[in-house]
């Protein structure tokens, strides 16, 4: 079954309601990458327009901020320590925006899209 990421057959009320045109294939969605720890790989998506997305599979590395210091350093990731996307994230170790993650470095946010983006980014959470 294809992801369709169209307008719900719902309305607000919980009515159903009246379509006044069929499914487009602009509005279909594709899988989650689903980024995790290992070996670097990338998958790269060709989106509308001829454009590409760049999805990060798998990765070891993670682009650290520190924000007292101001300074960026790259750091090996150990383990997804928290993630709110999904509870059951943290123990596949899968990276999404917004999980933390342990490092050589300490624990990181994750503040990019790696399955977006391309790359892991994030900055240094005190504790």
């Given at each position: 079954?294809a992801i369709?990421?169209?307008t ?11 379509t006044n045109?069929n499914k487009?294939k602009?509005?279909?969605g594709r899988?989650?990458?689903?980024t995790?720890?290992?070996e ?20 070891e590395?993670?682009?650290?901020v520190?924000?007292k210091t101001?300074?960026v350093?790259l750091?090996d990731?150990?383990?997804?320590v928290?993630n709110h ?8 170790n ?5 999980a933390?993650?342990e490092t050589?470095?300490?624990?990181v ?5 790696p399955?977006?983006d391309?790359?892991i980014?994030?900055?240094l959470?005190e504790?």
């Amino acid at each position: 079954m294809a992801i369709w990421q169209g307008t719900s057959v719902r309305k607000a009320t919980g009515a159903r309601a009246k379509t006044n045109r069929n499914k487009r294939k602009m509005e279909f969605g594709r899988e989650p990458a689903e980024t995790k720890i290992g070996e670097k790989k990338i998958k790269t998506i060709r989106t509308k327009g001829g454009n590409e997305k760049i999805r990060l599979t798998n990765e070891e590395k993670i682009n650290v901020v520190d924000p007292k210091t101001k300074k960026v350093q790259l750091a090996d990731i150990t383990s997804v320590v928290e993630n709110h996307a999904n509870t059951h994230f943290v123990r596949r170790n899968i990276i999404t925006k917004g999980a933390v993650v342990e490092t050589s470095a300490g624990k990181v946010k994750v503040t990019s899209r790696p399955g977006q983006d391309g790359i892991i980014n994030g900055i240094l959470v005190e504790e």
